[in-house]
């Protein structure tokens, strides 16, 4: 059928240009009518009389409507039409009768005749027009059904040989197919045999045939579990009930690739893997297709693989492999028994000289020598393995007090005896080192570590001996004690600082506050962040004195600057778990704001979410008292712990801080973005204050300023600084610059697309329109230009890299649902666009190239509807704030 829609029923759309024949006795009504229809964009033809009617509707082209007036002499309408419909040439042009006459008789004998419609006189132009418009539409429609009607006859009938064609075809490769079928089955190498539904062998292949050594002809008929192996005496089959392929058959259930043993004609074994598949016949189990493979000589080499996985060639014993998966058992049972376990590692000393002297012939030798010396005499030992080289290793449930006696000196008496290479006599020694589970270490890698650690010092002692492992403090160990003593003189040597990162008002752009941050200016480290030496401060007791410190240095601090004249701000200061659960809180702020004499108002406490949910009840006391004291709290890195609503209203706290992880994306993830309004409208439902820390770039400032939230810090307007720096901030009275108001002026049009040159055709093809116009070059580039202001359409391209249109458009509807979405590309899947137009995703979908007046008339359509959506909702938020 022709994919060709419907045409539209807009009469505008189907009018203009159509022929229209005019007959009137009357020139004056011919004048009128003519003059009427023709301002309406129709091709006129008037006709005096019936006669000359008739010859005009011959002519070509065949008028597409006639307007006829009823009472003319000579020939009057209702001559005309039946002349007119007795011709195959203009039996179908609708006519319109023209008259006075206002019998109902009279209408109704004409509509009989076949006239479309009547129009009285005297005519009324719109009604004229109106009619004129319907008349022809309905032509219009019924033609483009008769036409559509031909094509279904003629594609019914074409489908219908086809269907014929392709039976016969279809039966034709049938026949192929089964020829080739029965091929395949014959020559398969795969054994293959049918089985009915009461378990007899109804087909074979040959290859079946031959694995199990049977004659084809002699399968056939036997019971499949016939062929199935059963170790006993007798060698006889197994039940019925154990035969899988026999419950296969029974409850019509594939099994794929299981190995199993079959009997072979003679009665021997053999391994074999099989599979079945359920034969369905018109809904009905028939029965199931066995294939076999034979899987002897994989086993074989599945047998070789595991053992060089496992073992070592050269010597037989277990390698590095099987000794990790016996030390992980040993280790596990010993710890469950609570017993000690001795794992040595033995090095030849010297060996390298028989290699180089000998040659690696007689390397391998003494290796493989070594190996069966150890394991002849060594029979209280769990695992003796070889890593690589000369390199062994020997595991032992054992103590301590016994391994030197019983494990350690046997060994080096092994290799003190003599070994010959022909003729030749040498001598050898060995270096062993010990580490014991559990004092050296609670798995593998770590005892094997430091017995290999043991056995260097052994032979840096000269070889020949053995040697236990001592715990020593690694690097890292080293590294963090250095780090502990360092930070406890630190605060005694002043290496401590604090810095100040700016807190600004989203309204004013003015420095409000500051939060202070310590570093640690370490003398050969440098400046040391406070993520590398806060946890270890807390682990060590040293969170304390270092808190405590920083607040007394800030709250001074601020005291400093305000003596100095400078404009008032609060100071936020960090309190750890630690420090809130271990000293009253409220009694050493007070302290400090006392010593200081900073008043209570210019001083800010942050607390994380963990430390504020881990005793809530004592959290909601203790902020009762600070607030007691006008001391501002805030609740630090919102969002990213597990805040109970039902505790948050109950908390004496004035502001949350959106944690940095959200503000980072929230220009282009949904979710991000989802939580900071989230937040935003929460501390606003609550009375608090919303600041987002970790504010990096202008979309994002712009994206939090829209949203309405309050405050911000971050790297956009400065990094944390020194004391004196801050302070050059508060003396120039620097603040926050907005370069981008969150309303762009007039209507905003964004085009991402990652073609330079369509976006430059794009631009001058809007430049007249009077839109403020952006660009952008990839999705991520729109979404911060969304951030940015509003905006009220976006027409994007499908594809472009690392963000298509659809993923961008996506985002946009999540994150901007008022801005209207269009897409424009040369590249379509009809079907997703048109869903995802359905569903509201996108307001429409143009292709490239594209028609300038279609794509400037869809896009004022696109801003009148944004307007729209906008006014609403804007007109919904006053009904709102008026029942407020």
Known sequence: MSNEALPPTHASDATPGATL????????????????????????????????????????????????????????????????????????????????????????????????????????????????????????????????????????????????????????????????????????????????????????????????????????????????????????????????????????????????????????????????????????????????????????????????????????????????????????????????????????????????????????????????????????????????????????????????????????????????????????????????????????????????????????????????????????????????????????????????????????????????????????????????????????????????WVLRTACAQNKAWQDAGLPPITVAVNMSARQFAAQDVVKLAAAILAETGLGANYLELELTESVVMADAEAFIHATEQLKGLAITLSIDDFGTGFSSLNYLKRFAIDRLKIDQSFVRDVTHDANSAAIALAIISLAHSLKLAAIAEGVETEAQLSFLRRRDCDEMQGYYFSKPVPAAEFEQFLHARRKLEFSLDAQLPGRSLLLVDDEPPILASLKRLFRREGYTILTAGSGMEGLQLLASGEIGVVISDARMPEMSGGEFLGKVREMYPDTVRMMLSGYTDLKAVTSAVNRGELFCFLTKPWDDAELLETVRDAFRHFELRRQGRQGGTQAELARQ
């Open 21 to 548: 024949l005019i007959a009137d006795d009357m020139p004056e009504n011919l004048l009128v009518l003519g003059e009427l229809l023709a301002a309406g964009g129709y091709a006129v033809r008037a006709a005096n009389s019936g006669a000359a009617a008739l010859r005009y509707a011959l002519q070509e082209p065949h008028p597409d409507l006639i307007l006829l007036d009823v009472m003319m002499p000579a020939m009057d309408g209702y001559e005309v039409l039946h002349r007119l419909r007795e011709n195959a040439v203009t039996r179908d042009i609708p006519v319109i009768f023209l008259t006075a006459l206002g019998d109902a008789g009279d209408v109704a004998h004409g509509l009989r005749m076949g006239a479309a419609d009547y129009i009285a006189k005297p005519i009324q132009p719109e009604v004229v027009l109106a009619r004129v418009r319907t008349q022809l539409e309905a032509r219009r429609v019924r033609d483009w059904l008769k036409d559509q009607n031909a094509f279904l006859e003629a594609e019914v009938a074409r489908r219908l040989a086809d269907n014929r064609r392709l039976q016969n075809e279809a039966e034709r490769v049938q026949a192929v197919l089964n020829h080739q079928r029965e091929l395949i089955l014959t020559s398969a190498a795969e054994g293959i045999f049918g089985v009915d539904m009461h378990g007899v062998i109804n087909f074979a292949n040959p290859a079946a045939a031959s694995m199990l050594g049977y004659q084809r002809e002699e399968l056939l008929g036997r019971e499949t579990c016939e062929i199935f192996y059963r170790p006993a005496a007798d060698q006889i089959s197994r039940p019925d009930e154990d035969c899988p392929i026999l419950a296969s058959c029974t409850a019509g259930v594939a099994i794929h690739a299981q190995e199993a043993m079959f009997r072979r004609k003679d009665g021997t074994a053999v391994p074999l893997e099989f599979s079945c598949t359920p034969i369905v016949e018109n809904s009905q189990l028939a029965g199931v297709v066995v294939t076999l493979q034979d899987v002897s000589e994989r086993r074989r080499y599945l047998e070789q693989l595991e053992r060089k996985s496992n073992f070592d060639d050269l010597t037989g014993l277990p390698n590095r492999n099987l000794l990790n998966d016996r030390l992980a058992h040993l280790i596990d049972r010993c710890s469950k028994a609570g017993t000690e376990l001795a794992v040595l590692t033995i090095n030849l000393d010297r060996f390298k000289s028989i290699n180089d002297s000998l040659g690696h012939g007689a390397g391998d030798q003494v290796l493989r020598e070594v190996a069966a010396r150890f394991g002849e005499s060594m029979h209280n030992v769990d695992t003796l393995a070889r890593l690589e080289g000369d390199d062994f290793v020997l595991v032992a449930e054992t103590s301590e007090t016994d391994v030197a006696t019983q494990l350690a000196q046997p060994l080096l008496a092994m290799l003190a005896q003599p070994f010959r290479n022909g003729e030749r006599e040498f001598f050898l020694t060995g270096s062993i080192g010990i580490a014991l589970f559990p004092k050296d270490g609670e798995n593998g890698d770590a005892l094997l570590r430091n017995a290999a650690a043991a056995m260097f010092r052994a032979k840096a002692g000269g070889g020949a001996r053995f040697h236990f492992y001592t715990a020593a403090m690694n690097a890292r160990s080293l590294e963090r004690l250095d780090m502990e003593n360092g930070l406890r003189r630190a605060l005694d040597r002043g290496e401590l600082l604090v810095h100040y990162q700016p807190q600004l008002s989203l309204r004013t752009g003015e420095i409000i506050g500051a939060e202070a941050l310590v570093r640690w200016q370490h003398p050969e480290r440098g400046l040391v962040m406070p993520g590398d030496f806060i946890g270890l401060a807390e682990e060590c007791g040293l969170i304390l004195p270092l808190g405590e």
